[in-house]
């Protein structure tokens, strides 16, 4: 309760305290608190499973997203983000209406942030992005072809119910988030609280080159039984014009609502411009636990017909190979057996900006 009552204070302060000299609001026309900010993403995919059980030609939409966050003044905002997902579990029918396509909240929260004494605070409270998935997404331009390890091979949920709050300065910032710890699934249902943190440090940052290591540590429970959840990990991310890349490296113990199960997670990807509008890829991720190992890998090309900042268009041809030995994937839903995937991919990412 102390941790969550203090958050709670920084965040109101950020919204409402006074400022002066350096520090004195931003007009509202400042970029870094737009107005209006809208945001979608599709990604749309034509899949050949070629697998150990019959095989599988589908066309589905793996991806569908639509954001806005409305500026409450020079340094707060309210947002609010909806993404399409499967009302049945992978390969089921027992949904709604069939596995019909439903819309539910991704994020809702209301957000704030200020300056004092150098110090950039920021801070959230609502259904919140998770610090260490929105540290990985951050730049991760093959989410088209697969989530990053942590979110596929771990379950890691993209957000929670939660508390967010961060400081940096200079090169160096640190977020946290105090929350149920269940994700998006079952946002209510844990009584007890986790806390997750990452600590960003850009080590590298020039007009032509970008270089920023973190370290995470997680602790808490998941369901009704408190099982635990808890993880330690570190990543990296490079981005320069012509080469991106990433990698990630996680201790859990507990995976799933399995808390007897203690795994590493080994992952990475990169992608290279090789001419305009050309792109190849390439990514892979592992996890080891007591009895059994999980691994998916692919490559794939792009064309990229379109690009202006944060907003492009892309055509993919990829493939995704996944292999499981042991006792198997011990997540429900998670990738099993061995199967070799070929896709035809479409992906829109488009922000628009009202400052």
């Not at 890998?297 to 379109?306: C, K, S, T």
């Amino acid at each position: 309760m102390k941790r969550a009552f203090a958050t709670i204070l920084v965040l109101v302060l950020a919204l409402v305290a006074p400022a002066d000299g350096d520090d004195a609001p931003r007009p509202p026309s400042d970029p870094h608190v737009p107005r209006l900010a809208l945001d979608l993403e599709v990604f749309a995919a034509e899949r050949l499973v070629h697998r150990s059980g019959p095989d599988l030609s589908e066309l589905r939409v793996d991806r569908g997203e639509a954001g806005a966050a409305i500026g409450l003044g020079p340094r707060a905002s309210a947002g609010l983000r909806l993404e399409a997902v499967r009302s049945a579990g992978e390969g089921g029918a027992l949904g709604v209406d069939g596995d019909s396509l439903v819309v539910r909240i991704k994020r809702a929260q209301l957000a704030g942030d200020y300056v004092l004494e150098g110090v950039r605070l920021d801070g959230a409270i609502g259904v919140v992005a998770d610090p260490w998935i929105g540290w990985l997404d951050d730049g991760y331009l093959l989410r088209p072809l697969s989530a990053t390890a942590s979110e596929r091979l771990l379950g890691w949920s993209t957000g929670d119910l939660a508390l967010r709050i961060g400081a940096g300065v200079g090169p160096v910032h640190l977020a946290a988030t105090i929350g149920n710890g269940e994700g998006l699934r079952y946002p209510e249902r844990n009584d007890g609280q986790t806390t997750t943190g990452v600590l960003e440090v850009v080590a590298l940052d020039r007009r032509d080159a970008r270089l920023a290591i973190a370290v995470m540590g997680r602790d808490g429970s998941i369901g009704p039984a408190r099982v635990r959840d808890r993880r330690v990990g570190g990543g990296v991310a490079f981005a320069s014009p012509w080469v991106r890349a990433g990698g990630e490296v996680v201790r859990a113990w507990g995976i799933g609502e399995r808390g007897d199960l203690v795994g590493t997670v080994l992952g990475g990807w990169a992608e290279a411009t090789i001419i305009d509008h050309l792109i190849a890829g390439a990514r892979g991720a592992t996890v080891g636990y007591m009895g059994g190992r999980g691994s998916t890998f692919g490559g794939a090309l792009a064309v990229e017909p379109w690009h202006e900042h944060d907003a492009r268009l892309r055509l993919w041809l990829a493939v995704d190979r996944t292999t499981t030995s042991g006792t198997g994937a011990p997540l429900p839903g998670a990738d099993s057996g061995e199967a070799t995937t070929i896709m035809l991919l479409a992906s829109a990412t488009a922000p628009y900006l009202i400052p």
